[in-house]
Protein backbone atom coordinates (compact mmCIF):
# COMPACT_ATOMS: atom_id res chain seq x y z
CA UNK A 1 0.00 0.00 0.00
CA UNK A 2 2.35 2.27 -1.05
CA UNK A 3 2.03 6.60 -0.01
CA UNK A 4 2.17 9.27 -2.36
CA UNK A 5 4.94 8.81 -5.06
CA UNK A 6 6.76 12.13 -5.79
CA UNK A 7 10.09 11.76 -8.65
CA UNK A 8 12.12 12.59 -9.41
CA UNK A 9 13.44 13.63 -5.70
CA UNK A 10 15.81 15.80 -7.07
CA UNK A 11 15.99 17.84 -10.16
CA UNK A 12 18.71 20.31 -11.39
CA UNK A 13 17.78 22.32 -14.15
CA UNK A 14 19.30 25.35 -16.36
CA UNK A 15 17.87 28.77 -16.31
CA UNK A 16 15.25 28.54 -19.33
CA UNK A 17 14.44 24.87 -19.62
CA UNK A 18 11.42 23.01 -18.28
CA UNK A 19 10.78 21.55 -14.98
CA UNK A 20 8.77 18.50 -15.14
CA UNK A 21 7.47 16.78 -11.56
CA UNK A 22 5.43 13.64 -11.66
CA UNK A 23 3.30 12.68 -8.33
CA UNK A 24 1.34 9.57 -8.54
CA UNK A 25 -1.29 9.82 -5.70
CA UNK A 26 -2.31 7.19 -2.99
CA UNK A 27 -4.25 4.25 -4.76
CA UNK A 28 -7.43 4.68 -5.02
CA UNK A 29 -7.08 8.72 -4.37
CA UNK A 30 -8.40 10.70 -7.42
CA UNK A 31 -7.40 14.62 -5.67
CA UNK A 32 -4.68 15.77 -5.89
CA UNK A 33 -2.60 18.91 -4.41
CA UNK A 34 0.24 20.99 -5.01
CA UNK A 35 2.51 22.94 -2.54
CA UNK A 36 5.84 24.57 -2.87
CA UNK A 37 8.14 25.07 0.32
CA UNK A 38 11.06 27.63 -0.27
CA UNK A 39 14.28 27.20 2.12
CA UNK A 40 12.99 27.82 5.70
CA UNK A 41 9.38 28.80 4.74
CA UNK A 42 6.16 27.01 5.52
CA UNK A 43 4.65 25.41 2.57
CA UNK A 44 2.48 27.37 -0.07
CA UNK A 45 -0.83 25.91 -1.65
CA UNK A 46 -0.31 25.92 -5.11
CA UNK A 47 -3.34 23.64 -7.02
CA UNK A 48 -5.98 21.19 -6.48
CA UNK A 49 -6.98 19.04 -8.89
CA UNK A 50 -9.19 16.43 -9.21
CA UNK A 51 -9.03 13.51 -12.39
CA UNK A 52 -9.04 15.72 -15.27
CA UNK A 53 -10.13 18.64 -13.92
CA UNK A 54 -8.85 21.61 -12.09
CA UNK A 55 -10.78 22.73 -9.15
CA UNK A 56 -8.56 25.03 -7.15
CA UNK A 57 -5.52 27.36 -9.03
CA UNK A 58 -5.47 30.29 -7.07
CA UNK A 59 -1.95 29.55 -5.72
CA UNK A 60 -0.23 29.12 -9.25
CA UNK A 61 1.81 31.99 -10.66
CA UNK A 62 -0.03 33.38 -13.70
CA UNK A 63 3.09 32.40 -15.79
CA UNK A 64 4.83 29.50 -16.70
CA UNK A 65 3.68 26.89 -14.60
CA UNK A 66 0.86 24.68 -15.10
CA UNK A 67 -0.61 21.66 -13.78
CA UNK A 68 -3.12 18.51 -14.95
CA UNK A 69 -3.84 14.95 -13.66
CA UNK A 70 -5.07 12.82 -16.48
CA UNK A 71 -7.85 10.06 -16.52
CA UNK A 72 -4.49 7.89 -16.43
CA UNK A 73 -1.35 8.12 -15.30
CA UNK A 74 0.34 10.58 -13.06
CA UNK A 75 -0.07 14.36 -11.72
CA UNK A 76 2.43 17.10 -13.36
CA UNK A 77 3.55 20.11 -12.49
CA UNK A 78 5.35 21.81 -15.33
CA UNK A 79 7.38 24.66 -14.98
CA UNK A 80 8.49 26.26 -18.06
CA UNK A 81 11.45 28.74 -18.58
CA UNK A 82 12.79 28.12 -15.00
CA UNK A 83 14.39 30.75 -13.22
CA UNK A 84 16.58 30.93 -10.16
CA UNK A 85 12.96 31.87 -8.16
CA UNK A 86 11.78 28.70 -8.94
CA UNK A 87 14.49 26.59 -6.68
CA UNK A 88 12.20 25.14 -4.02
CA UNK A 89 10.79 21.75 -3.14
CA UNK A 90 7.86 20.89 -4.50
CA UNK A 91 5.31 18.76 -2.51
CA UNK A 92 2.20 16.71 -3.94
CA UNK A 93 -0.45 15.18 -1.59
CA UNK A 94 -3.61 13.11 -2.62
CA UNK A 95 -6.96 11.93 -0.89
CA UNK A 96 -9.54 10.09 -1.57
CA UNK A 97 -12.29 12.06 -1.85
CA UNK A 98 -11.45 15.74 -1.38
CA UNK A 99 -13.33 14.90 2.33
CA UNK A 100 -10.28 14.41 3.96
CA UNK A 101 -8.94 16.23 6.53
CA UNK A 102 -5.00 16.86 6.37
CA UNK A 103 -3.76 14.62 3.50
CA UNK A 104 -1.05 12.64 3.29
CA UNK A 105 2.41 14.12 1.31
CA UNK A 106 5.05 12.76 -0.87
CA UNK A 107 8.13 13.53 0.03
CA UNK A 108 8.87 15.61 -2.39
CA UNK A 109 10.82 17.35 -5.57
CA UNK A 110 13.86 19.17 -4.69
CA UNK A 111 14.40 21.61 -7.57
CA UNK A 112 17.71 23.60 -8.17
CA UNK A 113 17.75 26.10 -10.91
CA UNK A 114 21.20 26.96 -11.74
CA UNK B 1 -5.41 36.45 1.94
CA UNK B 2 -5.28 34.24 5.22
CA UNK B 3 -2.09 34.43 7.12
CA UNK B 4 -0.89 32.08 9.74
CA UNK B 5 2.18 33.77 11.95
CA UNK B 6 3.97 30.91 14.50
CA UNK B 7 5.88 30.72 17.54
CA UNK B 8 8.47 30.72 18.61
CA UNK B 9 10.21 30.09 15.39
CA UNK B 10 12.97 27.87 16.93
CA UNK B 11 13.77 26.10 20.14
CA UNK B 12 16.93 24.77 21.81
CA UNK B 13 16.18 22.36 24.48
CA UNK B 14 17.48 19.84 27.01
CA UNK B 15 16.08 16.21 26.42
CA UNK B 16 13.34 15.62 29.13
CA UNK B 17 11.49 19.34 29.10
CA UNK B 18 8.25 20.05 28.37
CA UNK B 19 8.00 22.54 24.87
CA UNK B 20 5.33 24.28 23.49
CA UNK B 21 4.17 26.56 20.62
CA UNK B 22 1.53 27.98 18.84
CA UNK B 23 -0.28 29.60 16.35
CA UNK B 24 -2.22 32.48 15.61
CA UNK B 25 -4.62 33.51 12.53
CA UNK B 26 -5.70 36.84 11.05
CA UNK B 27 -8.97 34.69 10.15
CA UNK B 28 -10.80 31.51 11.29
CA UNK B 29 -10.57 28.10 10.58
CA UNK B 30 -12.37 25.31 10.79
CA UNK B 31 -10.08 22.76 11.15
CA UNK B 32 -6.66 23.20 12.67
CA UNK B 33 -3.63 20.41 12.07
CA UNK B 34 -0.13 20.36 13.36
CA UNK B 35 2.47 18.55 11.11
CA UNK B 36 6.04 17.36 11.53
CA UNK B 37 8.81 17.80 8.71
CA UNK B 38 12.22 15.71 8.71
CA UNK B 39 14.77 16.84 6.60
CA UNK B 40 14.70 16.17 3.33
CA UNK B 41 10.89 14.52 3.73
CA UNK B 42 7.46 15.91 3.51
CA UNK B 43 5.29 16.63 5.96
CA UNK B 44 3.22 14.00 8.80
CA UNK B 45 0.50 14.69 10.06
CA UNK B 46 0.49 14.48 14.34
CA UNK B 47 -2.56 15.85 15.20
CA UNK B 48 -5.93 17.04 13.74
CA UNK B 49 -8.22 19.09 15.75
CA UNK B 50 -12.20 19.49 14.28
CA UNK B 51 -13.52 22.04 16.82
CA UNK B 52 -13.72 24.88 18.95
CA UNK B 53 -11.78 24.62 22.14
CA UNK B 54 -10.81 21.00 21.77
CA UNK B 55 -8.64 19.11 23.34
CA UNK B 56 -6.24 16.36 21.60
CA UNK B 57 -3.92 14.29 22.62
CA UNK B 58 -1.05 11.94 20.74
CA UNK B 59 0.97 9.87 22.73
CA UNK B 60 3.60 12.76 24.30
CA UNK B 61 1.98 15.39 22.20
CA UNK B 62 -1.31 17.45 22.77
CA UNK B 63 -2.93 20.02 21.18
CA UNK B 64 -5.75 22.37 21.66
CA UNK B 65 -8.09 24.52 19.11
CA UNK B 66 -8.76 27.44 20.39
CA UNK B 67 -12.37 29.05 21.36
CA UNK B 68 -12.08 31.63 19.15
CA UNK B 69 -11.13 29.79 15.98
CA UNK B 70 -7.92 31.36 15.12
CA UNK B 71 -5.52 29.94 17.10
CA UNK B 72 -4.17 26.62 18.49
CA UNK B 73 -1.02 25.29 20.56
CA UNK B 74 0.93 22.30 20.69
CA UNK B 75 2.42 20.61 23.50
CA UNK B 76 5.20 18.17 23.54
CA UNK B 77 5.97 16.85 26.99
CA UNK B 78 9.25 14.88 28.27
CA UNK B 79 10.77 15.60 24.68
CA UNK B 80 13.23 12.96 23.03
CA UNK B 81 16.07 13.53 20.38
CA UNK B 82 13.76 11.90 17.86
CA UNK B 83 11.31 15.08 18.50
CA UNK B 84 14.03 17.07 16.63
CA UNK B 85 12.60 18.73 13.37
CA UNK B 86 10.54 21.26 12.39
CA UNK B 87 6.86 21.72 13.33
CA UNK B 88 4.25 23.14 11.43
CA UNK B 89 0.76 24.15 12.29
CA UNK B 90 -2.01 24.16 9.10
CA UNK B 91 -5.21 25.97 8.51
CA UNK B 92 -8.63 24.72 6.76
CA UNK B 93 -11.26 25.79 6.20
CA UNK B 94 -13.11 22.80 4.82
CA UNK B 95 -12.36 19.33 4.12
CA UNK B 96 -10.82 18.69 0.98
CA UNK B 97 -9.40 22.46 0.77
CA UNK B 98 -6.18 23.72 0.60
CA UNK B 99 -4.02 24.47 3.67
CA UNK B 100 -2.67 27.13 4.98
CA UNK B 101 0.53 26.45 6.75
CA UNK B 102 2.32 29.14 9.15
CA UNK B 103 6.26 29.16 8.81
CA UNK B 104 7.55 26.44 11.04
CA UNK B 105 9.27 26.01 14.89
CA UNK B 106 12.68 24.58 14.21
CA UNK B 107 12.63 22.39 17.70
CA UNK B 108 16.60 21.37 18.42
CA UNK B 109 16.51 18.81 21.17
CA UNK B 110 20.37 18.11 23.35
CA UNK B 111 20.74 15.20 24.87
Known amino acids: NAGVMQNPRHLVRRRGQEARLRCSPMKGHSHVYWYRQLPEEGLKFMVY????????ESGMPKERFSAEFPKEGPSILRIQQVVRGDSAAYFC????????????FGSGTRLTVV | GQQLNQSPQSMFIQEGEDVSMNCTSSSIFNTWLWYKQDPGEGPVLLIA?????ELTSNGRLTAQFGITRKDSFLNISASIPSDVGIYFCAGQLTSGSRLTFGEGTQLTVNP
Open chain 2, 49 to 53: LYKAG
Open chain 1, 93 to 104: ASSATGGDYGYT
Open chain 1, 49 to 56: LQKENIID
